[in-house]
């Protein structure tokens, strides 16, 4: 089966942990650091608090992101494939899902400080989102029909892994603990660190995708050739049996 490797842009962005609300944190329209050096990073996504003397406290969310290039793969990526990223230690058995992203806005498809708010909360990328983050395993998402889409029409899948219960709901981990949202159970707060192996590029154990492509339509359209081609008046050629009654 062909992989696809992450780029060696990807990387972890924080809010910064100096946030005294959370909506300061979560909702920040640029991030305080970027980093895309690390080869393994014990807090590559997930949220943390800390309760102050007194009252209060400080918050800090990172995210991290993620772009797959497509562009050089001839035909149309099938269902069923498959992105998988090996976990590096984790904190308060956190749960990770991943979304549609827009990020690396910088020069030269980098990531900077300004792609942390750059998440699609709505558009989940994986069927199985979310979760238990493997810390010392593969943690391999099933992509859905969004990210395939994506992939073939644009060329590429940006990818943004964030923290399931805090992030993802939006809940206060300062107020929110006891309660119910709609995947459960709050659990009493614990930091949620969610640790990540970035490097080893194009080695088994980088992030990577893994995929097949489709079969279906193989005959030549305006001359075109059919590995060449992946819609057909909008319909992916997997799904095409015959154009024309050919």
């Not at 969310?61 to 772009?67: D, E, H, L, S, T």
Request: hydrophobic share 35%.
């Amino acid at each position: 089966m062909p992989v696809i490797y992450a780029e060696l842009s990807d990387g972890w962005i924080s809010s910064g942990g100096s946030h005294s609300s959370w909506s300061s944190a979560r909702d920040a329209t640029a991030g305080n650091t970027v980093d895309t050096n690390d080869t393994f990073t014990a807090f590559g996504a997930g949220v943390d608090y800390t309760a102050s003397k007194g009252g209060g406290g400080t918050y800090e969310v990172v995210r991290a992101y993620f772009r797959f290039d497509f562009s050089s793969v001839s035909g149309t990526v099938a269902s069923g494939a498959t992105l998988s990223i090996r976990g590096y230690t984790s904190a308060g058995s956190p749960k990770a899902r991943i979304h549609k992203s827009i990020a690396f806005t910088g020069g030269s498809n980098s990531l900077v400080v300004g792609d942390f708010d750059l998440v699609s909360f709505g558009a989940d990328y994986a069927s199985n989102n979310p979760r238990t983050w493997n810390a010392s395993g593969w943690n391999d998402f099933t992509l859905n029909s969004d990210a395939i889409n994506d992939i073939n029409n644009n060329g590429e899948l940006i990818v943004c892994l964030i923290e399931h219960v805090y992030d993802y709901y939006d809940l206060d981990p300062a107020t929110s603990s006891g309660g119910t949202y709609a995947g459960g159970l709050i659990p009493v707060y614990s930091d949620k660190e969610i640790g990540i192996t970035w490097r080893d590029r194009g080695t088994a154990t980088a992030p990577h995708i893994d995929y097949t492509i489709a079969t279906g339509y193989g005959h030549k359209v305006n001359d075109v050739t059919p590995s060449d081609i992946k819609f057909i008046n909008g319909v992916q050629t997997a799904d095409i049996d015959k154009v024309n009654y050919v």
